[in-house]
């Protein structure tokens, strides 16, 4: 189909309205003509700014796991694994602010949206003191970490401290139903335990110098 010869919308409210309908309606109500409607355009004014509907989904997925994600200041130094973990929080957030849009992520996210900050990254270990030998152990393992551990959460629906595993009773999973019951900590606790242990973990097995973690 022919594009327009002049926009009548930008590509980032697109991106935005695109948001909002996935948000409020479901990921099942989105469509090119759903999408124009909210706009107040009609349908081939999208294809100004893109090729089809999977485009509009993967800068859905490019928006709520980038660039709406905060990234913490670098400070190199033994307390690394901080920035790892707040970054990895920031990313959670983003991702359970739009859990209706959790198929499109894992289906659309770009991979190149991770890799292509990973030079800065690296070159902040390296500034650390972490050897270039555990670098792609740090960042791939904190990618499948967050992401997987975020789009798992978001098809759940949200949970207290006692029901985090579903459906458990004293009667049929006593052992469970005592570990939830002396669970202390929330979903994020939960999260933010998960990163640091993992990183932690590397240093311990390389005996590479770091702060001590700070408390959950």
């Given at each position: 189909?022919?594009?327009?010869?002049?926009?009548?919308?930008?590509?980032?409210?697109?991106?935005?309205?695109?948001?909002?309908?996935?948000?409020?309606?479901?990921?099942?109500?989105?469509?090119?003509?759903?999408?124009?409607?909210?706009?107040?355009?009609?349908?081939?004014?999208?294809?100004?700014?893109?090729?089809?509907?999977?485009?509009?989904?993967?800068?859905?997925?490019?928006?709520?796991?980038?660039?709406?994600?905060?990234?913490?200041?670098?400070?190199?130094?033994?307390?690394?694994?901080?920035?790892?973990?707040?970054?990895?929080?920031?990313?959670?957030?983003?991702?359970?602010?739009?859990?209706?849009?959790?198929?499109?992520?894992?289906?659309?996210?770009?991979?190149?949206?991770f890799?292509?900050?990973?030079?800065?990254?690296?070159?902040?270990?390296?500034?650390?003191?972490?050897?270039s030998?555990?670098?792609?152990?740090?960042?791939?393992?904190?990618?499948k970490?967050?992401?997987?551990?975020?789009?798992?959460?978001?098809?759940?629906p949200?949970?207290?401290?006692?029901?985090?595993?579903?459906?458990?009773?004293?009667?049929?999973?006593?052992?469970?139903?005592?570990?939830?019951?002396?669970?202390?900590?929330?979903?994020?606790?939960?999260?933010?335990?998960?990163?640091?242990?993992?990183?932690?973990?590397?240093?311990?097995?390389?005996?590479?110098?770091?702060?001590?973690?700070?408390?959950v």
């Amino acid at each position: 189909m022919a594009r327009p010869s002049k926009p009548l919308i930008s590509r980032s409210a697109a991106v935005e309205a695109s948001i909002d309908i996935i948000d409020s309606e479901g990921l099942e109500a989105f469509s090119l003509p759903r999408l124009a409607k909210h706009l107040g355009v009609r349908a081939p004014s999208l294809y100004h700014h893109f090729a089809d509907k999977n485009e509009i989904l993967t800068e859905v997925a490019r928006h709520i796991g980038g660039t709406a994600v905060r990234s913490p200041r670098r400070r190199p130094g033994p307390d690394w694994p901080e920035f790892f973990v707040t970054l990895a929080v920031n990313f959670r957030q983003s991702i359970l602010r739009h859990r209706n849009a959790a198929p499109v992520l894992l289906e659309h996210l770009p991979r190149e949206l991770f890799s292509s900050t990973y030079e800065e990254t690296s070159r902040f270990l390296t500034e650390s003191g972490v050897p270039s030998r555990l670098h792609v152990q740090i960042l791939d393992g904190m990618e499948k970490i967050a992401l997987g551990a975020a789009l798992i959460e978001a098809t759940r629906p949200a949970s207290s401290r006692s029901t985090i595993f579903p459906n458990v009773t004293e009667d049929s999973q006593p052992e469970l139903a005592a570990a939830l019951a002396a669970n202390e900590l929330t979903q994020k606790q939960l999260f933010e335990a998960m990163v640091r242990s993992f990183l932690h973990g590397i240093i311990a097995d390389n005996d590479l110098d770091a702060a001590p973690s700070m408390a959950v």
